[in-house]
């Protein structure tokens, strides 16, 4: 099992640009998430989903959207970069909220 | 404040030791989760608890739910254990996790 696959692992933008970090999981896991990681911060939350065509803000959700049609795929999209959103991005999968989270290697994500 | 603080945020420890990471939390939870973060980067999920104690190999976890606070211990301490071990309660909206900010570990030969 692949368990939860993300891509790129590096990517470099510029201010304004838009792009798709993806997220795969081959585990059938209802619960997907997406949190980005900052110095000296704890890991926080942007979106969630629950299920195929059901998503929700998390934490920090200002910027970026995403979607779920398929159980598989939780695409997070920047819509406009911005500095502020230099960070390692994290995708997660579990079979809910506060069970285990299986974490994809993370994208570092630069915005000059 | 934050609602889940850990401590300490830095240490270091020679091969051998016994390490003790704490976290409390100041929400409701129902579960509490340590995880272990990489030189890496790549993060995995070492234990989750609502009560007493869990033991995997070397570590061990505990829990005291009415004094909100939890332990990760790690015996005999090794090299390959350096890493930032995270805290985390599910105790956000809809019950998603609220994450400390991790205790970096750094074990010496």
């Known amino acids: 099992n692949a368990g939860v696959t993300q891509t790129p692992k590096f990517q470099v933008l510029k201010t304004g640009q838009s792009m798709t970090l993806q997220c795969a999981q081959d585990m059938n896991h209802e619960y997907m998430s997406w949190y980005r990681q900052d110095p000296g911060m704890g890991l926080r939350l942007i979106h969630y989903?629950?299920?195929?065509?059901?998503?929700d803000q998390g934490e920090v959700p200002n910027g970026y959207n995403v979607s779920r049609s398929t159980t598989e795929d939780f695409p997070l999209r920047l819509l406009s970069a911005a500095p502020s959103q230099t960070s390692v991005y994290f995708c997660?999968?579990?079979?809910?909220?506060?069970?285990?989270?299986?974490f994809g290697d993370g994208t570092r994500l630069s915005i000059l | 404040k934050n609602e889940v603080e850990q401590s300490p945020q830095n240490l270091t420890a020679q091969e051998g030791e016994f390490i003790t990471i704490n976290c409390s939390y100041s929400v409701g939870i129902s579960a509490l989760h340590w995880l272990q973060q990489h030189p890496g980067g790549g993060i995995v999920s070492l234990f989750m608890?609502?009560?007493g104690k869990k033991k995997h190999g070397r570590l061990i976890a505990t829990i005291n739910i009415q004094e909100k606070h939890s332990s990760l211990h790690i015996t005999a301490s090794h090299p390959r254990d350096s890493a930032v071990y995270i805290c985390?309660?599910?105790?956000?909206?809809?019950?998603?996790?609220?994450f400390g900010k991790g205790t970096k570990l750094s074990v010496k030969p």
């Open positions: 985390a309660v599910g105790g956000g909206s809809q019950g998603n996790l609220i």
């Open positions: 608890l609502s009560s």
């Open positions: 997660a999968s579990s079979w809910g909220p506060n069970q285990p989270q299986h």
């Open positions: 989903s629950v299920g195929a065509g059901i998503t």
